[in-house]
Nanobody, 116 residues
């Protein structure tokens, strides 16, 4: 059974950085593509970044130039490097992974809080 375990969230001051990780378990599982989403306390879940099968990356406008999505296939892990964090980045961040088995998996979410 495949599980996604997220880590790296926390409390940081504005202007700081965090790196989120999303590690997929399962000896035969591998990641085809992945997204990071976020959801604030009173906002709908929104997509933040995507990495495609060919490793093309896409970002929502509000994080362009500050966030970087990447993956390490040898570790079955997807990352979200977040720099120059702003209070409005405060949210629960979720990874969504498309496996090479064509199934979609979600992480449990990790809280990111940016203080002003």
């Amino acid at each position: 059974q495949v599980q996604l375990v997220e880590s790296g969230g926390g409390l940081v001051q504005a202007g700081g950085s965090l790196r989120l990780s999303c590690a997929a378990s399962g000896s035969t599982f591998s990641i085809a593509a992945a997204d990071w989403y976020r959801q604030g306390p009173e906002t709908p879940r929104e997509i933040v970044a995507t990495i495609s099968r060919s490793s093309d990356t896409f970002y929502t406008n509000s994080v362009k130039g500050r966030f970087t999505i990447s993956r390490d296939s040898s570790k079955n892990t997807v990352y979200l490097q977040m720099n120059s964090l702003k209070p409005e980045d405060t949210s629960v961040y979720y990874c969504k992974v498309l496996g090479r088995d064509s199934r979609i998996y979600w992480g449990q979410g990790t809280q990111v809080t940016v203080s002003s």
